[in-house]
């Protein structure tokens, strides 16, 4: 489909959203690390995780267009601030440091944003008792037909051949935002400061020690993976190539994503009686199609199976690899600790 130089292995991610707990540690930990303090960053969050069904950040992405269709390149909406989104400041001075007393009280100051980076936290969807929300942790998702590539007219985005991570050669970007029009899962920020745009960097200066990107090394949920796909011996390569349980978000988008979700079960719903209906789904099917692909029904079917048989107290391959049981089997070849390692600051 594209013309982009495809790289000889492929990093990828994969997210359990049966175990994500919306924490947003992962969010903080990349904000920590990277967008946190040069001028211009500070709108940015590399990942972000939101509440599903919900919005999303920066708020209707899932409708701004962008990926390919069957002619080519398609491009889109480029995101603006206010749909990105942001914090709100309060009259702080006002009242901490005014001489107003008791006569003011903190309230959220003119021109605070209309939107965030999970808004509509926990909201989710359903009627009581059958309400349902599950988190939706998203990065870039250093696409094999990455869009933003394609895109790009000053070839200042490229596909990295030792490991098919998308980076930015930032001195060649002449921040034309092209690269945030074509991205469908708008991921893309812009340094106004400095006049080029932004995305995740696969935290590559950690990868070339060893060591995990940050979002799953911190994910206390153990909900984060991360490993190339082709190593037989990683757990993401089980996930996504021999259980088939992980699946890309938005396939239709067409830029071959390289993050997969392990798709959510939910409780089952309640009868009018009170008793479970466990043959029912809480999520509708068709939420889940409509994020996953019809592919969503399969590795939801081989998820219950495999639960039912833990339940009876058989072996599950599916269940332990999910489980988790020893942390650092969700690093791949990444398990170094960062805390053994001299950082060089640039
Ligand atoms: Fe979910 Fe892990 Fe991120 Fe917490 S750190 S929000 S559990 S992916
Ligand atoms: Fe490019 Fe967007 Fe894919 Fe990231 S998610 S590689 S920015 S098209
Ligand atoms: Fe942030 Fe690194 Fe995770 Fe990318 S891989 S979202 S840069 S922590």
């Not at 930015?168 to 400095?194: H, L, M, V, W």
């Not at 830029?255 to 209906?277: C, H, I, K, M």
């Amino acid at each position: 489909m594209t013309t982009i130089t495809q790289s000889k292995r492929q990093l990828v991610w994969v997210f359990d959203l049966n175990k994500c707990i919306g924490c947003q540690t992962c969010s903080v930990a990349c904000k920590m690390l990277w967008p946190q303090e040069d001028a211009g960053t500070e709108h940015m969050w590399w990942m972000t995780v939101n509440t599903q069904p919900g919005r999303g950040t920066p708020r209707d992405w899932e409708t701004m267009g962008g990926g390919y269709n069957g002619d080519g390149i398609k491009l889109g909406h480029i995101p603006t601030d206010e749909e990105f989104g942001g914090g709100w400041d309060y009259n702080y001075d006002e009242v901490l440091r005014g001489g107003k007393g008791r006569k003011v009280h903190l309230q959220k100051t003119a021109g605070s944003k209309t939107w965030g980076m999970n808004w509509d936290e926990d909201e989710g969807g359903g009627e009581f008792p059958n309400a349902y929300f599950f988190y939706l942790p998203r990065m870039c998702n250093h696409c094999t037909d990455a869009a933003c590539v394609e895109a790009c007219p000053s070839g200042a985005m490229f596909k990295r051949e030792s490991d098919g991570l998308v980076l930015r050669d930032e001195d060649a970007c002449t921040g034309n935002k092209q690269c945030a029009s074509a991205c469908p899962y708008k991921k893309i920020y812009f340094n106004e400061a400095r006049g080029v745009s932004q995305h995740c960097i696969g935290c590559f200066p950690r990868l070339e020690q060893g060591v995990a990107p940050a979002c799953v090394r911190q994910c206390p949920g153990r909900a984060a993976f991360v490993g190339f796909l082709d190593d037989e011996s990683s757990a993401v390569h089980r996930l996504v190539k021999k259980h088939r349980i992980a699946l890309p978000l938005h396939p239709e988008f067409n830029t071959t994503p390289n993050v997969f979700y392990v798709p959510p079960l939910a409780p089952a719903p309640l009868r009018e009686d009170g008793s479970w209906d466990e043959n029912a789904s809480r999520i509708p099917p068709e939420t889940l199609e409509g994020l996953f692909g019809v592919e969503v029904h399969g590795a939801l079917d081989i998820l219950r199976s495999e639960l039912d048989k833990k339940r009876r107290g058989k072996e599950s391959e599916v269940m332990d690899e999910l489980i988790l049981y020893q942390w650092k089997d969700c690093l791949g070849h990444l398990t170094r600790d960062p805390s053994e390692i001299v950082w060089k600051q640039s």
